[in-house]
């Protein structure tokens, strides 16, 4: 990770040492392949200026992150060859965020506190027609993380009619299915404690 609150020669040494990393398991040599490209201040142009200096010195795959859409956009309009994953989509700013994920075709990060505020959030994107959704649910904490991504995948399963029950597994459930759930179609994609579920956009089976 690097961002726009870093002083040059710190930026410099952690894409060196991106390029650097690898490691052996199981008799196959494994090197990093995501770099995460952070707003700090709100300056576009700083952050599309960060953007293309990791484009310039590493061959990673570009996660963008801020909460101001068009600082997210100038890092996009920078790294759209790489197709990078895009966000934060909240509530606050999900019409801009998700009019600008659908123009430039490209993946979305969605952030909720709680699973009544990720379902709504989550149907307002599918239905501007957004498909790609990767979804954070601001845990941060390895057992919440786990217990997140267990609500989130039986939920998209559907089927089958939970009842809520406060602070539970079902609570979660039943607010994602009201909301008309999202089919899962991809994997946990976890770094150390975050952890996101990627979900692509059918509507769960009744």
Do not use: C
Not at 108 to 134: N, P, W
Request: net charge positive; hydrophobic share 40%; glycine share 14%.
């Amino acid at each position: 990770e690097v961002n726009t609150g870093m002083a040059d020669a710190d930026v410099d040494k952690k894409l060196d040492q991106f390029m650097k990393l690898q490691y052996e398991r199981v008799g196959l040599m494994l090197r990093p392949e995501l770099m995460a490209v952070h707003d700090k201040n709100g300056d576009a142009g700083k952050f599309a200026a960060l953007v293309k200096k990791v484009m310039d010195k590493t061959d990673a795959g570009l996660i963008l992150g801020s909460d101001k859409p068009e600082v997210v956009k100038a890092g996009a309009e920078v790294a759209k060859e790489r197709q990078p994953l895009i966000g934060v989509a909240t509530p606050a700013n999900a019409d801009a965020m998700g009019a600008m994920a659908k123009e430039m075709g490209l993946p979305l990060v969605v952030k909720g506190e709680g699973y009544d505020a990720l379902a709504e959030l989550t149907t307002k994107l599918t239905g501007m027609g957004l498909k790609d959704l990767i979804i954070d649910t601001g845990s941060r904490a390895l057992k919440q993380a786990f217990q997140d991504q267990v609500v989130l995948r039986r939920a998209a399963r559907g089927g089958v009619a939970v009842l809520p029950r406060r602070g539970g597994h079902e609570r979660g459930e039943m607010a994602l299915r009201r909301w008309g759930g999202i089919g899962a179609r991809g994997g946990n994609r976890s770094r150390g404690s975050v952890s996101y579920t990627h979900l692509r956009g059918h509507q769960s089976t009744r």
